[in-house]
């Protein structure tokens, strides 16, 4: 079973648009997926711009009155909530269990804070 839980890490605006002030233009946000059996997570980060010509002083939300659920909704119109998840989902797999042809990174191991017999890097050790 996978958990889902998703942030919006900054927004970013129009300081005045069509007469309108703080109009919101582009939304950062991150989506965690985590694998509720072995604890496994993986994150998408992203920024969504978000379509502003159709704004009018009818339709407009006020800076001070958005909301977190509010500016999801906007993103995940764009993007399509599901397929987002579902990516995310297929990416942590895919991590999880590389195909054999596929090209993996296997991180640096002169940069571990440890050695392969499990003993640290003591102190006097040239960095």
Known sequence: MYQYRWIIEKIEGYPNHN???NVL???????????????????????TKLDVSNVTAENFV?????????????????????????RAKKELDD???PSPTQ???????WKGSCCPD???ITPDQPV
């Open 95 to 97: 991590l999880r269990n």
């Open 118 to 120: 499990g003993t640290g």
């Open 25 to 47: 233009g582009s939304v950062g946000w991150e989506l965690e997926v985590r694998d509720t059996t072995d604890h496994s997570i993986h994150y998408i980060r992203e920024t």
């Open 62 to 86: 006020d800076y001070l009155e958005l909301d977190n659920d509010q500016v999801l909704q906007w993103v995940w119109d764009i993007i399509n909530k599901e397929n987002t998840e579902q």
């Open 103 to 109: 090209l993996t990174s296997l991180g640096m191991p």
């Open 19 to 21: 007469g309108l002030e």
